[in-house]
């Protein structure tokens, strides 16, 4: 039998220390700075510095080149405007390659219904093909499928797009 003494006896062995509520803001203030402090010491101080280390394979993706070989500008893949318009019979096809390309990170457009191709054909703006190019390699295409887009309009209102993907029979297979 548990007598009314042993219960109050019984509460107070088991209480813990809490510090005070001054205390926890030293211990969170402490831990963020830290936090900070690790991440800040393990990502580039420049981030130009990272694009001219990287091997040239990969320097695409974020560096536009020159002829001359020299870098001319640094662009996002998620800042290149990419459009993409079914050039064949197969419906939805330019909705399943714009989710695949947005999910690859670049700003792609809402889709749209192109001219009939017999080939994939990537319309590229000066100073973006190293996009077409990757893109090529991301929708399983050769690399010469990105054609200059100079006065042509594939599509409307594509004018002021980077790149324009008009996809043929080829991706469908």
Same mark, same amino acid.
């Given at each position: 039998m %548990?007598?009314?003494?042993?219960?109050?006896?019984s509460?107070?062995s088991?209480?813990?220390?809490?510090?005070?509520?001054? %205390?926890m803001?030293?211990?969170?203030v402490l831990? %963020?700075?830290a936090?900070?402090?690790?991440l800040?010491?393990?990502s580039?101080?420049h981030p130009?510095a990272?694009?001219?280390?990287?091997?040239?394979s990969?320097a695409?993706?974020?560096t536009?080149?020159?002829?001359a070989?020299?870098?001319s500008?640094?662009?996002?893949k998620?800042?290149?405007?990419?459009?993409v318009a079914? @050039?064949?019979?197969i419906?939805? &096809?330019?909705?399943?390659?714009?989710?695949?390309?947005?999910?690859l990170?670049?700003?792609?457009?809402?889709?749209?219904?192109?001219?009939a191709?017999?080939a994939?054909?990537?319309?590229?703006?000066?100073?973006?093909?190293?996009?077409?190019?990757?893109?090529?390699?991301?929708?399983g %295409?050769?690399a010469?499928?990105?054609?200059? &887009?100079?006065?042509?309009t594939?599509?409307?209102?594509?004018?002021g797009?980077?790149?324009?993907?008009?996809? @043929?029979?080829?991706?469908?297979?």
């Amino acid at each position: 039998m %548990v007598t009314s003494q042993d219960k109050s006896n019984s509460s107070k062995s088991g209480s813990h220390y809490q510090p005070s509520l001054a %205390v926890m803001l030293i211990i969170l203030v402490l831990f %963020v700075a830290a936090t900070f402090v690790a991440l800040r010491s393990h990502s580039p101080s420049h981030p130009s510095a990272a694009a001219t280390t990287q091997p040239a394979s990969h320097a695409s993706s974020t560096t536009t080149t020159t002829a001359a070989g020299s870098t001319s500008s640094t662009v996002p893949k998620s800042q290149v405007s990419v459009q993409v318009a079914n @050039g064949t019979t197969i419906s939805g &096809l330019a909705g399943s390659y714009t989710t695949k390309l947005q999910l690859l990170g670049w700003n792609t457009l809402p889709r749209l219904n192109g001219p009939a191709e017999t080939a994939t054909v990537i319309y590229y703006h000066p100073s973006f093909l190293w996009a077409a190019q990757e893109i090529a390699t991301e929708i399983g %295409v050769p690399a010469s499928a990105a054609r200059p &887009l100079g006065n042509a309009t594939p599509v409307p209102g594509a004018t002021g797009d980077d790149i324009v993907v008009v996809l @043929g029979p080829d991706v469908a297979s």
